[in-house]
C-alpha cells in the first residue's frame, strides 16, 4: 500500500468530497491511488483569498453515553450471551438438572443402606449407623454443564474404612446396580476415589470418615440449632458483618469433631463453652495440622474452609459485629453452663433480641423504588455495600448494632424496605446524617449499575428513638434479671480494648 502524501494547501472544491460523511473522506497519494482517512483527522486548508493559518490539532471526540443506555446494552448483551450459552448447549437443561438431582438423591440411600449394613457386620445397632452424600466443585457452585461431572462426597460413620468398606464393600453394591456403569476405584490418587457413571451422569466419588457412628444425624441437628441461634439473635446475616452459613456449618463441625460421643445437648453446651472462650487470635480449623495458609492481618474472625488447599472464609466481621458476636456466645455459655439448674428452658436462649432494651437511638436505612421488581434488585445492591457504611460509622467513633429485620414504612406508597441499626457511640455526639448519606452513596454509585438504579430509587439516613420503632422491634426479654446475675464475671479483656 503507497504512503499517504501531505495533503496540499489548494482548495479543490468537490461535490462529491463536500457530502462526503466525514469518516468516508480519502487523501490522495502521490501516485493517485485513493486511501481511506481515519479519525481523529485535519480539516482541509480555506479557500483562496483567506489567510493562511497553521494546521488545527486533531478533532477528539469524546461520547459521554446516558447510563441509562449502557444498561440497556448490557442487558441485552447479557440476554444474547445466554442465548449462545443455551445454543451452543453449554447450559444444562431442566430435564438434566432433574436427572442430576435424582441421581443424587438416589445416592444417599444407597450409602445409607451400604452404612446400615456395615453396621451389621460390625455388630452395631443398625439404626445408630447413617451416612450421607455431599456436592461440591462446579456442580454445587451451578457452574456446571451438560457434560461436566459431579463431584461429590460420601461422608461415612467411624466404623466403615476407606480401604475395604469404601473400596471393596460400596464398589459392589453399586456395580450391582443397573443404572451404574463404568466403575473404576483410584486408590493411590493424591485424593482417593471412585469414578462411575450413574444413569448417564458421571461422578467423582471421594471418602470422608467421621469419629462417630451417626455421621448424618447429630451434625445437622446441632446445626440446625446453631442457626437458629443466630437467626434469634440477629447474627445470621452475612452482609452486615455477622456469621454466613459456612462459618457456623464449619463451627458446628469443629464440636462434633472433638466430641464424637456427646449427646446433642452436651454438644450445644461444649459450642458455647468452646466459643465463648476462644482466642480469635488463632483460626478455627478442622484440619488437624495447622494452617500455613495466609492470614490476612486485621481478620477478627478467621475460620478455615475444609479445602486443599486451606484457604479463609470470606468475612465481613467488623468491630461492632465483633464485638456482639463474642457478647452472644458469652451469654449463650452462661444460660448453658450449669447443667443441674432446675428450671433451665432452652426458649430463654433462643429469646429473640431485645434490641429496644439495649439501645436508645437507631439509624433508620430506608430504600424505595418505583416498583417490586425494582426494589429487589435496589435492595440487593444496596446491602451488599453496607458494611462500608458500618466501618464509616466506627471511624466516627459510633459502634452499631445492625437488625437484620426488614421492615416496611406503611405510610410511605411506594415499595419500600427500611432497616433499623442500634447506635452505640462512645461518647454522646451527633450524627450528620447529610454527610454520612452522601460518602456512603459514593459506595452504592461507584459504577454503571449503582448509578443506573439510583436514577429511579433512593436511600434515606436519619437517626430516630424508641418511639419511631415498629413493634416488632419492642420485644421485652424475661431473663435479662438472671442474665445479669451470670454475667456478672464476664469483663471486658485485653483482647476487646485491642479490637475495639
Not at 500500500?1 to 497519494?29: D, E, F, K, Y
Not at 463453652?273 to 494452617?291: I, N, Y
Request: charged fraction near 20%; proline fraction near 9%; include cysteine.
Amino acid at each position: 500500500m503507497a504512503a499517504v502524501g501531505p495533503v496540499p494547501w489548494q482548495w479543490q472544491p468537490s461535490s462529491a468530497l463536500a457530502l462526503a460523511p466525514a469518516g468516508l473522506l480519502a487523501a490522495t497519494s502521490p501516485s493517485g491511488n485513493h486511501e481511506p482517512q481515519t479519525l481523529p483527522f485535519l480539516p482541509p486548508p480555506p479557500p483562496a483569498g483567506y489567510p493562511l493559518l497553521p494546521p488545527r490539532a486533531p478533532i477528539v471526540l469524546q461520547l459521554h453515553p446516558h447510563p441509562g443506555f449502557l444498561a440497556d446494552v448490557d442487558r441485552r448483551r447479557s440476554c444474547s450471551l445466554l442465548k449462545l450459552l443455551k445454543d451452543e448447549g453449554a447450559a444444562p437443561s431442566p430435564e438434566d438438572e432433574k436427572r442430576r438431582e435424582q441421581v443424587i438423591r438416589e445416592l444417599k440411600k444407597i450409602v445409607m443402606r451400604w452404612a446400615k449394613a456395615v453396621a451389621r457386620e460390625q455388630s452395631v445397632p443398625q439404626r445408630m449407623a447413617t451416612a450421607t452424600v455431599l456436592t461440591y466443585g462446579s456442580y454445587s457452585l451451578g457452574a456446571h454443564g451438560p457434560e461436566s461431572d459431579i463431584d461429590a462426597l460420601c461422608v461415612g460413620p467411624c466404623i466403615a474404612t476407606l480401604q475395604y468398606h469404601f473400596f471393596v464393600v460400596l464398589r459392589q453394591i453399586l456395580e450391582g446396580r443397573p443404572e451404574v456403569s463404568g466403575v473404576q476405584t483410584i486408590e493411590s490418587a493424591k485424593v482417593p476415589l471412585m469414578r462411575f457413571r450413574f444413569s448417564g451422569v458421571a461422578i467423582d466419588f471421594t471418602y470422608a470418615q467421621l469419629p462417630v457412628i451417626d455421621a448424618s444425624k447429630k451434625f445437622q441437628i446441632l446445626l440446625r440449632c446453631v442457626k437458629l441461634w443466630a437467626r434469634k439473635r440477629g447474627l445470621h446475616c452475612h452482609h452486615l458483618g455477622f456469621f454466613a452459613g459456612i462459618h457456623l456449618a464449619i463451627l458446628a463441625a469443629y464440636i462434633c469433631q472433638r466430641f464424637p460421643n456427646a449427646s446433642v445437648n452436651g454438644l450445644f453446651i461444649v459450642f458455647f463453652q468452646t466459643f465463648a472462650h476462644w482466642p480469635w487470635q488463632v483460626p478455627v480449623s478442622l484440619h488437624d495440622e495447622p494452617t500455613d495458609c495466609l492470614h490476612p492481618e486485621g481478620r477478627l474472625m478467621p475460620i478455615v474452609m475444609p479445602c486443599t488447599p486451606p484457604e479463609f472464609c470470606v468475612s465481613n466481621v467488623t468491630r461492632s459485629t465483633f464485638k456482639k458476636i463474642r457478647e452472644e456466645l458469652t451469654r449463650g455459655y452462661a444460660f448453658t453452663k450449669d447443667p443441674l439448674r432446675h428450671d433451665f428452658e432452652w426458649t430463654w436462649l433462643f429469646e429473640p433480641f431485645p434490641y429496644a432494651e439495649k439501645h436508645q437511638q437507631f439509624l433508620r436505612i430506608a430504600l424505595c423504588a418505583p416498583t417490586l421488581a425494582e426494589l429487589r434488585d435496589w435492595a440487593g445492591w444496596v446491602k451488599s455495600r453496607l458494611r462500608f457504611l458500618i466501618l464509616k460509622l466506627e471511624r466516627a467513633g459510633i459502634g452499631c448494632d445492625p437488625c437484620p429485620s426488614e421492615e416496611i414504612d406503611h405510610a410511605v406508597e411506594e415499595p419500600n424496605m427500611v432497616f433499623y441499626w442500634g447506635l452505640i457511640p462512645e461518647k454522646i455526639m451527633h450524627v450528620d446524617t447529610s454527610s454520612l448519606k452522601e460518602d456512603f452513596m459514593k459506595d452504592v454509585t461507584n459504577d454503571v449499575y449503582g448509578k443506573v438504579k439510583c436514577t429511579r430509587s433512593d436511600v434515606t439516613i436519619s437517626v430516630v428513638g424508641l418511639s419511631q420503632l415498629p413493634k416488632s422491634m419492642c420485644t421485652h426479654s424475661v431473663q435479662w434479671q438472671y442474665l445479669q446475675h451470670c454475667m456478672l464475671g464476664y469483663q471486658a479483656t485485653s483482647e476487646d480494648h485491642v479490637i475495639w
